[in-house]
């Protein structure tokens, strides 16, 4: 499932979003005969893209704060 189009988090993602929204503006048959298929599939690059790049920040920030506890563990150990 997609996030919300409409947050900041998506800015990166603004034009080909707006190339979709025009193209379904377009009217149904056009969207029934896959004409909006192309902007459909790069907005779901470009969430893929920000969903990827979020995943690798949060990854890496769980790993300093293992780290961080690890050190805290080690310095308890050594003390007691």
């Known amino acids: 499932m ?3 189009l409409h947050t900041s988090q998506n800015k990166n993602c603004e034009e080909v979003m ?3 929204d025009e193209c379904h503006a377009r009217g149904f048959l056009y969207k029934a005969i896959g004409m ?3 902007a459909k599939h790069q907005v779901n ?5 920000q969903r990827l790049e979020r995943t ?3 990854r890496e920030e ?3 704060r ?3 506890v ?4 080690t310095e308890i150990d050594e003390n007691t």
């Open 2 to 4: 997609h996030p919300h």
């Open 18 to 20: 707006n190339a979709l």
């Open 36 to 38: 909006c298929n192309d």
């Open 62 to 64: 769980a790993q300093r």
């Open 70 to 73: 690890q050190a805290r563990w």
């Open 56 to 58: 690798r920040l949060n």
């Open 45 to 49: 690059m470009c969430l893929r893209a």
């Open 66 to 68: 293992r780290e961080k």
